[in-house]
């Protein structure tokens, strides 16, 4: 099975429309919507936080000191991304 990355944080509104944030750069309170607070995947598909903490650990995205869920900031630390703030 293919290992995924994690690109994107998004949002998954009760609707299943799935809003993506446009950079990841931007926290999912900055994508403006409610719903499950998730990211987007390199498969395209959307996954909920729990299942981007396991992806992002197993190809060394994120440490495993991350947690079980993971958060924007998270993923923007373990890739050296800085924001504008």
């Keep these: 099975?293919?290992?995924l990355a994690v690109l994107l944080p998004a949002i998954?509104?009760?609707?299943g429309t799935v809003v993506?944030?446009?950079s990841i750069k931007q926290s999912h309170d900055d994508i403006g919507v409610k719903?499950?607070?998730g990211f987007i995947l390199?498969?395209?598909k959307f996954a909920s936080r729990t299942e981007a903490a396991k992806?992002?650990?197993?190809?060394?995205e994120v440490p495993k000191s991350a947690g079980k869920k993971l958060h924007s900031h998270e993923l923007r630390n373990a890739l050296h991304?800085?924001?504008k703030k």
Excluded: L
């Design 81 to 83: 991304i800085k924001t």
């Design 42 to 44: 390199s498969n395209g």
């Design 55 to 60: 992806d992002a650990e197993a190809i060394g």
């Design 35 to 37: 719903g499950q607070h």
């Design 12 to 15: 998954k509104q009760k609707d």
């Design 20 to 22: 993506k944030a446009k």
């Design 1 to 3: 099975m293919k290992k």
